[in-house]
């Protein structure tokens, strides 16, 4: 890997203590949207800002979109700007563990073509450590918002995967639990089900039990396995509404495995035409 894209305790603390960084804290709860930012205020990575998965790392949703529509680049520079960030540090996102939302904000770093990095076990890795956190709101001085050019190549869209249905590729990779994927439940979403022909992969699939990633070697025969032969190019990354995909993608590049494309708008905007087609295991 030209750049490394995962950091350690250890490491992130180095980072801190150059003033080579700026860590972000993505925690974020589907159910309840406003605990995340209230955990972060409780108690943090010390300097690190505080990323909202609706307002921050996501557009409106509209009539046509899932339900975590990209951001718009001035949006998202603005935001960058507005806590301290510039291309000269390196940014350091992290949850409270699996780095589920924060590979979200890793995706939308490396979308507009700047550095950044998951914390390895994220803030759980950071305190199983030792290491302090601390409380309240942290603010820097803003910086210039910096122009960002979205790089279309690493992301595909509805159209493009309706219009291949049928013929092997892309082939869609799920990263949504098991049960949902099979269409048994669906909490979130008003269909349930799965995209014709895609395979499941639950992103907690890339982790070890303490919540950090398996080792390159792990998740790079795991994915060769799914890929079958395949191309990584021809991989297209879903779940509910673009978040979680994020974090099978991070595994691949992990591994090595580079090129696959996220699909944005994944299960919540594919449902918004009751025309398209689904599946269901059962």
């Not at 595994?251 to 035409?273: F, H, N, Q, T, V």
Request: aromatic share 8%; with cysteine; hydrophobic share 40%.
């Amino acid at each position: 890997m030209a750049k490394k894209i995962l950091v350690s305790a250890a490491e992130l603390e180095a980072l801190l203590g150059a003033d080579r960084c700026i860590p972000v804290d993505c925690r974020f709860e589907f159910s309840n949207a406003d605990k995340g930012r209230a955990d972060w205020r409780a108690g943090h990575i010390p300097g690190a800002a505080y990323a909202h998965l609706d307002e921050d790392l996501s557009s409106p949703i509209t009539e046509q979109s899932g339900r975590h529509p990209l951001p718009e680049p001035t949006r998202f520079a603005a935001y960058l700007a507005s806590i301290g960030w510039s291309p000269a540090k390196l940014l350091v996102a992290y949850d409270e563990g699996s780095n589920a939302v924060a590979s979200r904000l890793w995706w939308l770093m490396r979308y507009f073509g700047q550095p950044s990095a998951l914390l390895d076990g994220g803030l759980a890795a950071w305190v199983a450590s030792g290491r302090p956190l601390e409380q309240g709101e942290t603010t820097r001085p803003a910086t210039p918002a910096v122009e960002l050019q979205p790089d279309a190549s690493i992301k595909i869209d509805t159209a493009t995967i309706l219009k291949k249905l049928g013929t092997g590729e892309p082939l869609v990779l799920d990263a949504r639990a098991s049960e949902r994927f099979r269409g048994e439940v669906e909490p979130l979403d008003t269909r349930a089900g799965h995209i014709p022909a895609s395979i499941n992969r639950p992103f907690g699939s890339n982790l070890q039990m303490n919540g950090r990633f398996k080792s390159r070697e792990v998740l790079r025969e795991e994915f060769l396995e799914l890929l079958a032969g395949r191309d990584p190019r021809t991989l297209a990354h879903s779940c509910g509404s673009g978040v979680t995909a994020c974090h099978n993608q991070f595994a691949m590049e992990l591994a090595g495995l580079e090129g696959s494309r996220l699909y944005p708008g994944s299960w919540s905007e594919w449902i918004r035409d009751p025309a398209r087609p689904i599946e269901t295991d059962g």
